[in-house]
Nanobody, 114 residues
Framework: EVKLVESGGGLAQPGSSLRLSCVASGFTFRSHDMSWFRQAPGKGVEWVSRVNSVADTTYYAPSVEGRFTISRDNAKNTVYLQMNRLKPEDSGVYFC???????RGQGTQVTVSS
């Protein structure tokens, strides 16, 4: 069974940090580029970041460039999203997904509020 399980979300104050994790199982994780997406209430899905399969190339949406860092550990079948200097507009459900879109997690809620 394929699973992508996100964790690490929660309530954070503006300017603080959170680290999201996404643990994969049931498929060859190391062969897939991985992305993080987010969806705020009442809004569409927004792509956030992507890391290639060997973790030597990363991409970021302009809205998070310089604040978020994506990484992965293929030995642990895990992709991470380090989120620094959080803003209220970063709030939403964050989920990880293979680049192909074939596999996607259920998401973890991030709320940035004072």
């Amino acid at each position: 069974e394929v699973k992508l399980v996100e964790s690490g979300g929660g309530l954070a104050q503006p300017g603080s940090s959170l680290r999201l994790s996404c643990v994969a199982s049931g498929f060859t994780f190391r062969s897939h580029d991985m992305s993080w997406f987010r969806q705020a209430p009442g809004k569409g899905v927004e792509w956030v970041s992507r890391v290639n399969s060997v973790a030597d190339t990363t991409y970021y949406a302009p809205s998070v460039e310089g604040r978020f860092t994506i990484s992965r550990d293929n030995a642990k079948n895990t992709v991470y999203l380090q989120m620094n200097r959080l803003k209220p507009e970063d709030s939403g459900v964050y989920f990880c997904q293979t680049l192909s879109g074939e596999y996607r997690g259920q998401g973890t809620q991030v709320t940035v509020s004072s």
